[in-house]
């Protein structure tokens, strides 16, 4: 199996800066993709940021500009640097992975953290 744990997030004013990070651990054979998705009170969880192996990335309209993600793949860990945060940022944010354990020949799995709140305060 594997987990995946985020640190950061808390309270910061708009027009702030963050930094969230998060690392992946257990019997991982390969990460294929590491990226943030947020998700506020009777919302769908949506996609802010994706980073694949090869140092591509993508990301969400509602960020481009603001956020950058990025990936150490040798610590198996993403961050999330958020700046110009705004109040409608706030969201809890998790880490999902997509990743292939070791034994598993390709069979890829999906994994999440336990998520992080974001509070943007105007």
């Known amino acids: 199996q594997a987990q995946l744990v985020e640190s950061g997030g808390g309270l910061v004013q708009a027009g702030g800066s963050q930094r969230l990070s998060c690392v992946a651990s257990?019997?991982?054979?390969?990460?294929?993709?590491m990226d943030w998705y947020r998700q506020t009170p009777g919302k769908q969880r949506e996609l802010v940021a994706r980073?694949?192996?090869?140092?591509?990335?993508i990301y969400a309209d509602f960020v481009r500009g603001r956020f950058t993600i990025s990936r150490d793949n040798a610590k198996k860990s993403v961050y999330l640097e958020m700046s110009s945060l705004r109040p409608e940022d706030t969201a809890v944010y998790y880490c999902?992975?997509?990743?292939?354990?070791?034994?598993?020949?390709?069979?890829?799995?999906?994994?999440w953290g336990q998520g992080t709140q974001v509070t943007v305060s105007s």
């Open positions: 257990g019997s991982i054979f390969h990460i294929n993709v």
């Open positions: 980073a694949f192996t090869d140092g591509g990335t």
């Open positions: 999902h992975a997509n990743l292939i354990l070791q034994g598993e020949g390709s069979r890829s799995r999906d994994f």
